[in-house]
């Protein structure tokens, strides 16, 4: 029996060393505050009793105890008894040393010790051992320090007072009063089913949310948190919970309750209405006539949660959502399931699939001509316009051939020789990288260089290059402010000067970044952003018969899902399975001349394939 208990001890040990040095850093030291407080619920049935609560950190933690031969067992029924699970060995001296390694500052939580045996021996037994850690206690006059909350079996509430300064009470009955002695009632529990049947799965029915909200009231009416026990154990529980008010949230998955409430803030985002929606004329919507103007607009990361975060926020419309025509673009790269950015582009660009990380080449590493290229063998102008910098993956697969896209001077030193009569978008410090003077290059090119949108509908070069920063373009949110409507309509203008036909890439890449660092925010005002420049394309396609717009995205990035949200209070919860690109299908819609012909499900190169057969259908080579 000694050895087995022995052996109980070091495994129980190495768990410890191994949860400490896994949660350490996120929260033994640091007891960060929060708006919520956790309640680990049994939790004597962790793998590490009290080290993995505390360092969660819960404020609340929860311990079954049993009086067996004078001795506090920490166990839910006597069957389940082990002798080496005293309510010393796992409690009262890991606290003693959670004290010690905080540098002498009193841990402040509640230890909410559930008395499963009569009240009075075991109560008795609990206040001798007890004496030995008053100084780490919390009392009335001194709060700070660990509040010991007695609940289960119970001294009748009138003999709550004749207890020491540091015991306190859960109290549990349902006659609230102002003659209860609350000075030593710590808390007040009840159970989630006295007002719900709720399982924790879609929402409570209103009628028992408005009587649990009843009930948080009237318990702090009295100046006293709440606790429920037995709720439903999920996100959407844990937060319905926390909206209620309830002070203790209960819990027996702490560490991803805590993972989940603490970035609740970031996750729901609450915006306003940005634009009146556009409505289409339809007049020239999927008709067969010749095209002049192919606009290809591209949301970096534009998964359908994405797009419907938007439309929700933006009271549950976007131009984009005013279309008919639409289908699915599988988006996977030649070597593997989940393309990036760059693999992505050149499918759109070249109509060949190639692996992540190449531009403008196949897998083999041969060149491959790019729409820009191609069109102007038909007689098309083309451009580009980018929020990310001119050298990023998007815009580059348009004009660059190199098998890095991180090869920036490379990618920089294809631009003055490229095919495109016109680009816009930030990072004129990368014409630096290379060696050779590629500001003079594009001006032999013929490229007039601006730094304003202002200067490009009046401008009288045949080609304007515009840097629109030095570095990298900041986010809508950090003042981006209208330079993607306002460079579009310009652009437009621009393109359309001649009798030529053109083509337009238009490119919103920071929605790509919001899923990257699951940021709601971001996602969100970048995705209306991108819809306010939508609308302005539609509207000059139902101007301008001949006009086919492609409004699609390379891929999807962060697995985003929608679990919640208001339409009436332009709010959303988005959800992250990751912080990277996914293989998701992501929507394609099209708008104008021929746009019926973007129905379906099909592979992104698809897309290439399809605007050239439109192009070859009703235009000849020079």
């Not at 799965?201 to 318990?219: S, Y």
């Not at 989940?260 to 008709?287: A, C, M, Q, W």
């Amino acid at each position: 029996m000694v050895l087995l208990v022995l052996n109980t001890l070091i495994s129980k040990m190495k768990k410890l060393i191994l949860y400490l040095l896994i949660f350490l850093p996120i929260g033994l030291f640091a007891q960060e505050k929060s708006s919520f407080k956790l309640h680990s619920h049994n939790d004597y049935l962790r793998n590490v009793p009290f080290w993995e609560a505390y360092s969660v950190p819960c404020q609340s933690i929860e311990v079954d105890v049993i009086l067996e031969n004078n001795q506090l067992m920490v166990a839910h029924e006597r069957q389940s008894i082990k002798p080496e699970n005293t309510l010393l060995a796992l409690y009262l001296d890991p606290i003693r040393k959670a004290k010690e390694m905080n540098a002498g500052k009193n841990p402040e939580f509640q230890l909410l010790i559930d008395l499963k045996t009569a009240a009075i021996p075991t109560l008795t037994l609990l206040i001798t051992q007890l004496e030995n850690y008053q100084d780490i206690l919390a009392t009335t006059e001194n709060p700070k320090g660990v509040k010991i909350v007695i609940s289960g079996n119970q001294p009748e509430v009138s003999a709550y007072a004749d207890y020491p300064a540091y015991i306190f009470f859960d109290y549990q009955k349902p006659l609230l009063s102002a003659e209860l002695p609350w000075e030593k009632i710590a808390l007040v529990s009840y159970s989630f089913r006295s007002i719900s049947v709720w399982n924790g799965k879609g929402r409570m029915v209103e009628a028992e949310l408005q009587k649990g909200l009843d009930l948080v009231a009237k318990v702090h009416g009295f100046n006293k948190p709440i606790r429920f026990w037995a709720t439903p154990d999920s996100k959407t529980a844990w937060k319905a919970i926390s909206e209620m008010g309830v002070d203790y949230i209960n819990t027996d998955m702490p560490h991803q309750a805590y993972q989940y409430l603490v970035k609740l803030p970031s996750l729901v985002y609450t915006g306003e209405i940005r634009h009146t929606v556009y409505k289409p004329t339809f007049e020239n919507d999927g008709e067969e006539i010749p095209l002049n103007q192919i606009i290809l607009m591209i949301g970096d990361g534009n998964g359908l949660a994405q797009l419907a975060s938007g439309m929700f926020v933006n009271g549950n419309e976007l131009n984009l959502t005013q279309l008919k025509n639409m289908g699915l673009v599988k988006t996977q790269a030649a070597d593997d399931f989940t393309t990036d950015s760059a693999a992505g582009a050149t499918a759109y660009a070249t109509g060949h699939k190639t692996n992540n990380r190449f531009i403008g080449m196949l897998p083999s590493g041969e060149i491959i001509e790019n729409l820009p290229n191609i069109l102007n063998e038909y007689g098309f102008k083309s451009g580009i316009i980018t929020t990310d910098k001119l050298s990023g993956a998007t815009p580059a697969a348009f004009f660059a051939h190199v098998s890095e896209r991180d090869d920036v001077k490379s990618i920089m030193e294809f631009l003055p020789k490229s095919d495109l009569d016109f680009f816009a978008g930030g990072g004129k410090s990368d014409l630096k990288r290379s060696p050779l003077d590629l500001s003079q290059q594009l001006v032999e090119n013929g490229f007039s260089i601006v730094d304003n949108w202002s200067s490009i509908s009046s401008n009288s070069a045949s080609k304007i290059a515009y840097f629109a920063s030095e570095e990298s373009l900041p986010t809508f949110v950090n003042g981006r402010g209208d330079y993607l409507k306002k460079t579009t309509l310009a652009t437009l203008e621009f393109l359309g000067k001649t009798d030529s036909p053109f083509f337009l890439m238009i490119e919103s890449a920071m929605i790509d970044s919001g899923g990257h660092s699951n940021s709601s925010e971001m996602i969100v005002e970048e995705e209306l952003d991108f819809d306010q420049t939508i609308g302005e394309v539609i509207l000059y396609a139902d101007q301008n018969p001949g006009t086919l717009v492609i409004i699609t995205a390379d891929h999807e990035t962060g697995g985003v899902s929608i679990p919640q949200g208001s339409i009436a209070d332009h709010s959303v919860e988005l959800n992250y399975q990751s912080d990277d690109h996914t293989g998701i299908p992501v929507p394609i819609f099209a708008y104008g001349a021929h746009s019926g012909d973007f129905r379906g499900v099909y592979e992104n190169t698809e897309v290439f394939h399809r605007i050239m057969k439109l192009v070859v259908r009703y235009n000849s080579k020079k």
